[in-house]
């Protein structure tokens, strides 16, 4: 007999990318950053002693609160940390949506975003990007999404899986014309070119309805750690903070080095810089190759390959995971044709490139 609740018996969990044991793979399929942490990250692990992991830590990472507050420039009450940023798309959905309330996103997206709310026993309401990865006119997604009763909406920027970025001015029309709280998932915003300027913080005192996502997983090379946090007005994360995250969300461990991380920006913002560099070169030699590759503000690229080619994105991922190449394939509607590509080391990167010539 199933134990479930009938609505986790008729969902489908989330796919994770395949994380293989192997060292001798070029894995290009998770968007990690190709670089090691900082040194001041690795030099804190060393240090830690018996007694921080004897007693729970500090249940809000106050001190990874302060040095985020002081490098976004808010207040420590505007900061939550979470246990990766999963786990605060998943506690915006807890908090702020009743169930059977739909949640809004953009398709295609984040393939959690649907996941999280199915756990929550609520639909999604996708609204279509056209072909160039954008979304309609802030206005009308707005009230595709109010017309619907949504009291939550994800945007992911830049996007995933495309790499394309909206620009403040169209998030702060969204955040304007939407009822509900609306979640700027800015996993990949490490890597947008310093060039446009992006700068989001704002919106975040500006607009009592947004929540920026952050996690220290892709920009700081931490994913294996799981931490993330939000910036938003001390409203929005008040009821996080005080009622539906777990007691001790994150761990001792976790919260020095994430804190620590943040001191070592500087080694990092090397990392954005080579991966920026990596992704002008590869998206040229890719369309030298003949694929198409949307402009991408993100630590990776999305290439549609030509069914001409090595007998289209299906096979040309059979065939590069066969020799030791990962990259990502989603059989997905308008995804079936692409190959969702992160940005590696140039050697990873040459090493790519030099597989699908010889595919071709
Ligand atoms: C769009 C997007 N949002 C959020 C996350 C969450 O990352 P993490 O839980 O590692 O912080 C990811 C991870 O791949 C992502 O791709």
Known sequence: ????????????????????????????????????????????????????????????????????????????????????????????????????????????????????????????????????????????????????????????????????????????????????????????????????????????????????LRTMSKGYSLAGLRFGYGIASAGLVEPMQTKTKDSYNTDAISQALATAALEGQSKASRTWAAVRDERKRVTAELITLGLSVAPSQSNFVLATVPDSFGGGAGAVYESLKARNILVRYFDADRLRDKLRITIGTPEENTALLKTLRDLL
């Open 1 to 212: 007999m199933p134990y479930e609740r009938h609505n986790i018996a008729r969902m489908t969990g989330y796919t994770p990318g395949e994380q293989p044991d192997g060292v001798d793979v070029v894995k290009l399929n998770t968007n990690e950053n190709p670089y090691p942490p900082s040194r001041v990250v690795m030099e804190t692990l060393r240090t830690i002693d018996g007694d921080k992991l004897r007693r729970y830590p500090n249940p809000t990472a106050r001190p990874f609160r302060e040095a985020a507050a002081e490098l976004h420039g808010v207040s420590p009450q505007q900061i939550i940390a979470t246990n990766g940023g999963d786990e605060l798309l998943r506690l915006v959905i807890t908090t702020f949506v009743e169930p059977g309330r739909p949640v809004g996103t953009v398709e295609p997206s984040y393939s959690l975003y649907p996941v999280l709310a199915a756990i929550h026993d609520t639909p999604t309401l996708e609204v279509l990007l056209d072909d160039e990865w954008a979304p309609p006119a802030p206005e009308a997604l707005a009230q595709t999404w109010n017309d619907a009763g949504a009291q939550l909406a994800f945007i992911v920027n830049p996007h995933a899986p495309s790499g394309r970025l909206m620009n403040t001015d169209e998030l702060a029309a969204v955040a304007q014309a939407f009822n509900g709280v609306l979640v700027v998932d800015e996993a990949y915003i490490d890597f947008v070119d310093p060039a446009f300027a992006h700068d989001t913080v704002p919106l975040a005192d500006r607009f009592d309805n947004v929540l920026l």
